[in-house]
């Protein structure tokens, strides 16, 4: 099966191999990442064939994720690249409710999601750090030689989004407040200073400030919830001290009362009204060692 590789660039690029009068332009190895000939050389040792492929618009992501005649590898440097591709493969082949196919699990709302290869450039993600994916190209040429894969949870959020590694609300000097709705439980209250929050799929997210909030297993079918509330103890000489609640469950919704800080694999954003993530068990896959 042949493999795609797809990297992303930037819309507006400036260097020669991206004019189109260049003598270059057609060249399908100009301008490309050092690691991304390395990995293409790794498996043409393996006899492996590949297909090098740019996407400088997250739409024309869609025919390579819904591709079943090809294996897909991004070249990647940050958490959020590879959510740009796991959010259009959501997009993409998540079926209507109207459509759901009888097969698919009742706990889910997306079928298995095709296997992605991730080869790291310059920075690795954070995701291939926590799951142990492989760091260069003949490590990855090698896991999709051997074909194994790990299928690990998803979260999806009733924005449209997905996450792919974790979410944080919060920390550092941008304490908030809110409600915060763990399955059936209630981890705060509006009123409450909330120092930092995590909804975690994987272990990034599961540490802030030096607090340890959660430690997310990436495959368990359970999101991990931690919020750091500062407490009043004590009868007669009162000190404030920070209180961690933990819960692991199916869903969070979490409803401020002003604007949270957020970052969400890697991009930082703004909440300022109601938002519901939940877990979709082991809908994600990535190949491995």
Partial sequence: MKTVVLSLAEKNCTSSCC???????SDPSCGVRTQVLHFV???KKRGLETELVTASEVKEVDPFVERTDA????????????????????????????????????????????????????????????????KDGEALAEALADGRVLRTDLLRHDGGG???????LGGGDKPWSGLVNLDESVLTQ????????????????????GMELVDADPADGRLDVAVAVPVTVGRFRKRTRVEIRRGRGRAVAITPTESAVTVSDGVVDKLSRKRT????????????V
């Fill in 19 to 25: 004019e189109g009068d260049s003598d270059h332009a």
């Fill in 41 to 43: 050389d790794a498996m």
């Fill in 71 to 134: 294996r897909l590898v991004v070249a990647a440097e940050s958490d959020a690249q590879l959510n740009a591709i796991v959010s259009r493969a959501v997009r993409r082949l998540a079926p209507p409710p109207s459509g759901r196919p009888e097969d698919m699990r009742r706990d889910r709302t997306v079928p298995d999601l095709p296997a992605i290869g991730v080869l790291p450039l310059a920075e690795t993600p954070e995701l291939v750090k926590e799951l142990g994916l492989p």
């Fill in 162 to 168: 997905v996450v792919v590694n974790g979410v944080r």
């Fill in 190 to 209: 509006p009123g409450e200073v909330v120092l930092a929050c995590t909804v975690a799929v994987a272990g990034t997210y599961g540490r802030s400030d």
């Fill in 277 to 288: 993530w939940w877990i979709e068990p082991q809908a994600a896959g990535w190949y491995t």
